[in-house]
């Protein structure tokens, strides 16, 4: 697969670059993209949530009646949970969701994820460049230029540059990595790739 590679005015070069078939001509596997995002989103989960139950909640253990002769249920403590302020039953638990999901996997899902954008027409290759200074409005101007501007997109930089990262990071619907912090769920989440044009071998070196 050729695609033809632009300038940050959105204007073809008359250079193309081959992208690998191993890579961007495979056929997609839906499952293992979504075990991988399923994985990401589970490791983004702070799991601090916690409700006290019955044995953790400080109230009087007294007899709050007799047992008999008042013509309702028995009640014992005021921890239990039909009691206002009692412990709450089967709460949630502090807990890490967490789960092993093996390296090739991983790199499948990856390739899926790049694949189905390489052949939905949704991957855009860009030209080395850089910014002197971070400046958002000569980000805008780039994706203006592409006409990617109401639309969310993932820039994939070779590696990360500090101007351009700072230049985009304060825009809406648009995240930028570099190649070693690419993930599944970024591909997928967004609607358009921009990668640069040395980021692409990067891309295919680490996935092959």
Do not use: C
């Amino acid at each position: 697969m050729e695609l033809s590679i632009y300038n940050i005015k959105g204007k073809e070069t008359g250079n193309k670059i081959s992208l690998s078939d191993e890579i961007f001509g495979q056929t997609p596997n839906e499952h293992v993209v979504w075990l991988d995002v399923k994985h990401f989103l589970a490791n983004q989960r702070q799991g601090t949530h916690k409700a006290k139950e019955k044995a953790e909640v400080s109230r009087t253990t007294k007899k709050l009646k007799k047992q008999k002769g008042t013509g309702g249920a028995r009640a014992g403590s005021m921890k239990s949970p039909l009691m206002k302020g009692g412990g709450r039953v089967f709460g949630p638990r502090v807990r890490d969701y967490d789960f092993k999901l093996n390296k090739k996997v991983k790199v499948l899902a990856r390739k899926s994820a790049l694949a189905d954008k390489a052949q939905n027409g949704k991957i855009s290759i860009l030209e080395n460049f850089s910014f002197d200074a971070p400046k958002t409005k000569s980000y805008l101007d780039i994706l203006s230029a592409f006409e990617f501007s109401d639309r969310k997109t993932l820039m994939i930089l070779p590696a990360i540059d500090k101007n351009i990262v700072l230049s985009g990071r304060n825009i809406p619907k648009n995240r930028v990595v570099s190649v070693d912090s690419l993930n599944t769920y970024d591909v997928v989440n967004a609607d358009q790739l921009i990668i640069l044009e040395s980021a692409v071998e990067k891309i295919q070196s680490s996935l092959s």
